[in-house]
């Protein structure tokens, strides 16, 4: 029982960022700090004398060897793409220290700052055959570039995989906890999940391309175009996982948009421009939509993790429930 006010997802002023983090950089004299987007984190513009750059405050629930493993990735993959044609990543600010990352007090406990230099570019919807097969490169030469480093989460942390644990085990036990094992849908989220899981685990062992993943290549506030150049950032959830898994993202999120056959034409093109830079077999190809499943699945239990520090229950009850069982009854996996 709590006795005193608690919070358990706080908005910091950027009043108190300014005073709490200007002394830890070389970037001239603070002009400006705003409040610029919430997501998964927080996000601040921040100006000085010397120019832009973005400030990531990261939820309590990311754990400081976590942001360490992403900056150390950040440094390692700068070096390996200095030579790449399409392909560069958005980079961070290093502190006086030379830890990168500041631990700062919020309501709900401490939390990571980090500040990133500021992107020039345009988001591209990758509504056009030619940006397709553009973003493709890109992703491959960032893949190749994944695949020459190795990092080490440390002696008192592990860095979590982009596997059926990841992808399926874990978010099944939120959503079931959420909902309630005596729930009518229950049982079927619980068949499907695990045929699902079977499915993914049969794939597997035809040879999958597994290694280093950018994990959340989507393509929408995580990536901007310059020219034929694509510049990758938001790499909070990079990890070992099946590249099939990274590139569904970016197939998932023309879902909505243009008729199947548009559809099937942008991602030739992606596949193209992917296989014009590194290999991707037909087998990875095909089990690319069996980790779209698995990605909407993920984004289901994203969604309850959220529900209390974040969304709030009322617009994830019955209809939000029922849209996501029945999407995933159109996929036949439970018959």
Sequence with gaps: MFNQPTA????????YL???????YDIGTWEECTFWLRGLNDTYRVRTSEGTFILRIYRTQVMETDVHYELN????????????????IGDYI???????????????????????????GVEKNLEDEASCYAFGQSAAE???AMDQIKLDSGPDHSRFELDTKFLIDEPLERIIRYIGESHEEAAFLRAFANTLK??????SGSGLDYGLCHGDMHGNNN????????????????????????????????????????KQQLWE???????????????????VDLFVIARRFWVMGLDVAFIESDMGALDYGADWLNDFVEEFRETGIVK
């Design 18 to 24: 300014r005073w709490a983090l200007q002394g830890h």
């Design 73 to 88: 990735m950040l440094t390692v993959l700068q070096d390996h793409l200095k030579t790449s044609v399409h392909t560069g």
């Design 142 to 144: 960032l893949h190749r």
């Design 223 to 262: 990536v901007f175009q310059q020219q034929e150049r694509f510049i990758h950032y938001d790499f909070e959830w990079a990890a070992p996982g099946w590249r099939a898994y990274d590139l569904a993202q970016v197939k998932i999120r023309k879902r909505q948009s243009g008729n199947p056959e548009q």
């Design 269 to 287: 093109a992606l596949m193209k421009g992917y296989r014009s830079v590194r290999s991707f077999t037909d087998t990875d190809e095909q089990a």
């Design 94 to 120: 290093q502190t006086k220290d030379q830890s990168g990352c500041i631990m700062i007090d919020a309501a709900e406990g401490k939390r990571a700052a980090v500040m990133f230099h500021y992107i020039e």
């Design 198 to 203: 079977d499915q993914i685990q049969t794939a």
């Design 8 to 15: 358990v997802r706080s908005v910091l002023s950027p009043a």
